[in-house]
């Protein structure tokens, strides 16, 4: 079972468009987060969501708009998408305390053109 | 603000020898501090977790060492290998975040 699963994989869509990002973790995490890794292949963090609250907010655009329905799943919308959001977008899940090891899902590879 | 650096950011060794990558953070209390690897256009993979109170982790051929006073840790790989050629992330954990250094790209040359 894959633990901390994004769909889809790869999204390419059109500028102005509206999309989203699933993420699931099927660990028990109390903590979910959104990761943007740029095209120098730095990753930042986004937001941090814990038992469904938001905690962070890392002076991302209002256009991102991060919704947790329940403590397994955060998900990413993104409205009037640019160029500048073409990215990877890496969800997370960990569980707060000393040696809980925080998991990343695969990525989801997002091209605006 | 916690800031995490990785030297050297780039850095290609013959195949079979010995190397070190190096991570330096600002603020030293964290929680733990996680290596990961990233292949080109693949997800993160996790190599070790050094809890705070520890003050190294091995793997294999790997060993990952941390000094939170001097906010430094260190990753070490033995006997490289070409499939070691990656880049290497590390990452502090720190009240609700993960802070990822910007990484060092490793090549082995074989």
């Known amino acids: 079972d894959t633990a901390v699963s994004q769909t889809p994989k790869y999204l390419v869509t059109q500028m102005g468009n509206d999309k989203s990002i699933k993420c699931e973790q099927n660990l028990g995490h109390d903590t979910m987060y959104w990761y943007k890794q740029d095209s120098k292949k730095f990753l930042k963090i986004m937001f941090s969501?814990?038992?469904?609250?938001?905690?962070i907010n890392e002076t991302v655009p209002n256009r991102f708009s991060p919704k947790s329905p329940d403590k397994a799943h955060l998900n990413l919308h993104i409205n009037s998408l640019e160029l500048g959001d073409s990215a990877v977008y890496f969800c997370?899940?960990?569980?707060?305390?000393?040696?809980?090891?925080?998991?990343f899902g695969q990525g989801t590879r997002l091209t605006v053109v | 603000k916690q800031e995490v650096t990785q030297i050297p950011a780039a850095l290609s060794v013959p195949e079979g020898e010995n190397l070190v990558l190096n991570c330096s953070f600002t603020?030293?209390?964290?929680?733990?501090l996680q290596w990961f690897r990233q292949d080109p256009g693949k997800g993160l993979t996790s190599l070790l977790l050094?809890?705070?109170?520890?003050r190294e982790q091995t793997s294999g051929r790997l060993n990952a060492s941390l000094d939170k006073s001097s906010g430094r840790s260190t990753l070490y790989i033995a006997a490289s290998q070409p499939g070691d050629s990656a880049t290497y992330l590390c990452a502090v954990y720190r009240d609700d975040k993960i802070i990822f250094g910007k990484g060092t790209r490793l090549h082995i040359l074989p």
């Open positions: 969501y814990n038992n469904k609250e938001l905690i």
């Open positions: 997370a899940s960990s569980q707060a305390g000393v040696g809980i090891e925080a998991f």
């Open positions: 603020d030293s209390a964290i929680y733990n």
């Open positions: 050094i809890q705070s109170s520890q």
